[in-house]
């Protein structure tokens, strides 16, 4: 009968010992006068089958000589070796070839670097790190919505072409129908946007969250995921001109509530993914990152720390370690800083709460003491940050003052003040950035290496 | 206790005569001297509850005079009101004000046209009709996902930035970042796209299918689920710049696999948004597309039909019908032909495939009568055309030499045609628009109402 590989690992007694056809392509080949080996991957499971063959195969010497990554239809009885490694093997009756694979074909079986299987990035997800990385990638993107569909949140597509800039800053990639060549111009010598095909200049989003919360006032507890874009000119391992981001954004909602989402989902996504992806990441924990798992784990059996940032202040100076960047209440912290708290004081991830305003951004609502914002960034072993979030300012007059004070004009947000003043609420949300997340939980440590075809500076192959 | 509108419909019995807390918009309210009513909505779920509220209250006075939209806290009690429209009501006994609305809500109680709708479309999801459209579209997301997840397919983000163009056709939105007031010129005064973010002219994506038959290729079932983009000037009710589409791919698979696939999907797709959005569905039967909920449970019944373009052109021919645009074996179907045949011929989904290679795009895999491609549209009654997909061409050679009769670089292709280097099989895929099944589902007419923020020609707001 015909099968998969994934169904005969999940369920071999019901195939053992019985006849069944497999279609995948070949990992590995290895043969001799009179028998062969072949490790058949169909692309439903991590791990490949093995099949063996034999002389009374009619074809025996044209399979012996097959490339790697040729595509055949194997029929064979599945028998249990017991002495073996694997726990079974296919004994082929048959095999036939689908589609020829050449001796040049670049995945051959030895340690690439993964800078060259950037290179081929259409071939990658048939090597194992990226067969795993890709399938959990996909398993987490399900657990974010399974999390959140199964409380009620209702998924919304926030535009990716936007005139307006979320965060008042962020380096945006225009967007254009324009002839460059042959650029209309207004009277004042200005490029005429109103030519252009939205009839004014558009850029690409880089975040959904005002929209989001348009939404939050609607339904009260909404989330986003889709694709945002940075034109960032950063040539690092952590950034991506095109990533994905996780929004949620949820009304009658303080910056408590924000934080128990946020512990909720991280413990809820991980558990998912050590339950559905096990192959994978036995992997991961083998042979990229020893100790991920244990890592994992302990997170998800956790009590999240809270401390403000005040407090965070205070550890970083009185700590018995020299920081390359100095702290000083008013800064920014960097990774290091954000590593030793959850590292090395908590050992668990902590939650860093109510930053200066001034390196905060406009929405962010101002507490009582007038010096901070209701902001809150989580902070993992191993990484630092993974989430800043924050409750949003609700209050119209204090909202348009924070856009003034940031140079920008209340026009252009009519629509988010509106939110404000047709019955507000207190409401809250946070970012996560669904690529540092997959690389935190496959231990993966290149943004490249996460995205199906990453696009970089210079860099927008495929 | 603090509870939603949702739960209180779903297990209304648990909070019978119970005191709760709720908190939520007002959707109307009218008062008299001595007592009044609100319709509490908090975006829970589609219905309000219904606050009854008395002079005992000490803001009584205060709360009449409340404007729509504002956001309250209620506390009361639960009672069962048999005799009323409403299965029961929330006597209350606090009302505490969170945000203020002002008189000059823009979303009054009266019809509105969905066209001045989109002119706030941040607050039309606090309407009856968008509420609904926009809750079943997240539903309906859902229900892809869940389909495709657990059937093991692979979810693939296929990028948005491309420097590629899917369908060697479709008019694109180019991305920049250079300085357009100076833009950087070669020797031979061509624009210097070198100098660009990604040295070289990119565009954004107008389909996700070449990379995910990559990953096809790597995991035999895999789907994208993101947005697309089309910069056509077409001013039309079914015409958006930004948009979603849902492309499943399979290996292993032919066209028969294909219609499966499809049938499959639609029908669980279907019926999950039957069930898991009732109420939402009772009012677009009731008050968007009367007969909606009986067409969509005709489909989940049938079994679709399969005829060949062939067959169709005969069909169309000899039919006692005068088309606006006359048919000839040869020409593409219009959606005056699609209709006829799945609405009045066969009054059922229709697939129709093989057409003629000519009309469609060079991937499709060519038919032995070298005439014919292996292409699949499945029109359904109410809509035409809602899916298209096809075999794709597997063979090296004479995909190559499609490409070159398109007119196109086979150098531009390299890493596709290497797909067929490598390992190839045959596969499948097909396209499916998501608005198109929103607006499908839920009977509105115009994709600008099922879409929360629009991109169309000449418009980009919010």
Redesign the interface.
Known sequence: MKT?V?AIYQNSDKYLDKEVKL????RNIRSSKSFGFIELN???FFKSIQIVFGEQLQNFREIGKLHL???IMVKGKLVATPQAKQPFEIQATEIEI?????SD??LQKKRHTFEYLRS????R??SNTF?AV??V???L??AI?KFF?ER?????????????DAEGAG?M??????D??N?PMTEDN??DFSKD????S?N?TVSGQL?AE????????VYTF??T?R?E?SNTARHA??F?MVEPEI??ADLEDNMKLAEDMMKYIISYVLENAKEEMEFFNSFIDQGLIARLEGIVNSDFEKITYTQAIELLKNAKKEFQYPVEWGVDLQTEHERYITEEVYKKPVFVTDYPKEIKAFYMRINEDDKTVAAMDLLVPGIGEIIGGSQRE?RLEILEQKILDNGMDPKDYW??L?????????HAGFGLGFERAVMYLTGMTNIRDV???P?T??????
């Not at 597509?157 to 005139?163: A, G, L």
């Not at 095909?197 to 004014?200: I, L, N």
């Open positions: 998969t994934k279609e995948g392509w070949i169909d692309g439903t990554s040729t595509s689908e589609g020829i694979s050449t074909y670049p081929i990035a259409h071939l997800p048939r067969s890709f399938r990638r996909s398993i993107s399900y919505h569909q009620g949140f209702v998924y919304v597509h926030t535009p990716i072409i936007t005139s307006s380096e990639f225009r967007l254009t129908t324009l460059l060549q650029l200005e490029i095909f939205f009839g004014k558009t690409l929209e348009a939404y939050a006032l609607a339904f009260k507890d889709g694709p874009f034109a000119n001109a095109e994905w009304a009658f609700e629509w988010y509106e939110l404000r003043k047709y019955g507000g609420t207190k995205i199906p075809f696009r500076v210079k860099s927008a192959e495929f």
